[in-house]
């Protein structure tokens, strides 16, 4: 009990000492020891790491998971250690949707079974997002809050008894000019004031020799810290890499699937113009299902062009062509399309191979080649 007490003692003097010397520097009476400018540098760098780290790690986590609510109750889960619960993600709703729209409409029908064929493919995009978003949360995430909540603390940590040190050292360094001032008054004094005077000088000596070998071990300490912030860039470059890949990896899966949907979406045009023709002896509306135009160069999108058009595009003359199904014009330049009705289209010398001119009595615009079939 008398050594904790004796500690306690100890310890709240070294706190008083500081909170004196601390109030002293911001008031402008006492010196302060600044650290050489490596280290504030490092301290800089350190600083701005942690800063960007943050701002990155909290946007890629919106990125990755939108809604703010779902967030927060992944990281109680977390904090708990826990396993969140598996929900559908946006794709895959709307992917079962689809599908069961189409099941309910007759998965034998036109519009039925491009419902289904689009759910499954919406539920493909689903599972490649779940697995971006796995692959993320492992290789980019988990490292950048490792670095926040790890190495970063620790260099806090370590900066703060830097702090501490500095202010001891500066403490000492006041005591000891204290002591001298209290020495040069006692030389001229009495004896036995002189000889006190001298052992409270040299007790401030070794204070201040004790406190300046502290410092200077802990400075050391906190910079080696410091200095490896640059393996945390290194580390964080890497991770980097990989969720770039990661993107890459997930955005080339959701092409190939919406081409290849769009490759078997392309394939209904002659269910759909018997449907239309059989729902308009019925009086009934035709239904026609769009797809996307696809660049030539784009995989499957060679097939589109015929023999036909090719010549007509060398030719620069003009044809009849059947519309294949509707097509919504994105601008005044363009001309809007309508299922089964026939048009002239035309080439420009200079226009992209995908368009031709269309014209309909006195409307003309572009048209695309993928919406149309040659006639003889």
């Known amino acids: ?18 909170a004196v010397q601390f109030t002293e520097e911001k008031l402008g009476q006492a010196e302060k020891t600044e650290l050489d400018a490596h280290l504030e540098n490092l301290l800089t760098r350190a600083e701005c790491t942690k800063h ?72 493909e995009i689903g599972g490649a997002e779940r697995e971006f978003i796995q692959s993320s949360a492992i290789n980019f995430l988990t490292p950048f809050r490792n670095f926040l909540e790890g190495d970063f603390k620790t260099i806090l940590k370590e900066r703060k008894l830097l ?60 910079r080696l810290l410091l200095e490896g912030v640059s393996s945390t860039h290194a580390h964080h470059l890497r991770c980097l890499n990989d969720f770039v890949e990661a993107q890459t990896t997930y955005y080339a899966q959701c092409y190939q699937y919406m081409v290849d949907l769009q490759k078997q979406l392309g394939s209904f045009p002659s269910t759909f113009s018997s449907n239309n023709n059989q729902a308009s002896m019925m009086g009934g509306a035709s239904v026609s299902v769009p797809t996307l135009p696809v660049s030539s160069s784009l995989p499957g999108a060679g097939g589109r062009s015929s023999s036909g058009f090719s010549e007509l595009l060398s030719s620069g003359g003009s044809r009849k062509a059947r519309v294949l199904y509707d097509y919504d014009a994105a601008g005044s330049s363009e001309l809007s399309l309508l299922a089964d009705e026939v048009i002239t289209v035309s080439s420009v010398p200079g226009m992209d191979s995908d ?14 080649i993928t919406y149309l079939e040659l006639l003889n």
């Not at 008398?2 to 500081?18: E, I, M, P, Q």
């Open 163 to 222: 702090q501490n040190k500095r202010l001891d050292l500066d403490a000492a360094k006041t005591k000891l000019k204290k002591a001298k001032m209290a020495e040069a008054r006692a030389a001229v004094s009495y004896i036995t004031l002189h000889l006190a005077s001298s052992a409270y000088f040299r007790s401030a000596e070794q204070d201040l020799k004790m406190t300046q070998s502290e410092f200077d071990r802990q400075a050391e300490i906190t």
């Open 52 to 123: 960007w780290t943050e701002r990155i790690l909290k946007q890629t986590e919106v990125l990755l998971q939108p809604n703010p609510n779902v967030r927060i109750e992944e990281f109680f889960y977390e904090k708990l250690d826990k396993k969140a619960p598996t929900r559908m993600n946006n794709h895959e709703l709307l992917g079962q949707a689809m599908i069961d729209s189409g099941n309910e409409f007759g998965p034998g029908t036109a519009y039925g079974n491009a419902l289904v064929k689009c759910g499954e493919t919406e539920k």
């Open 355 to 368: 368009w031709l001119i269309g014209e309909r009595g006195n409307q003309k615009g572009k048209v695309p």
């Open 1 to 18: 009990m008398d050594f904790n007490v004796k500690r306690f003692a100890a310890d709240a003097g070294t706190f008083l000492s500081r």
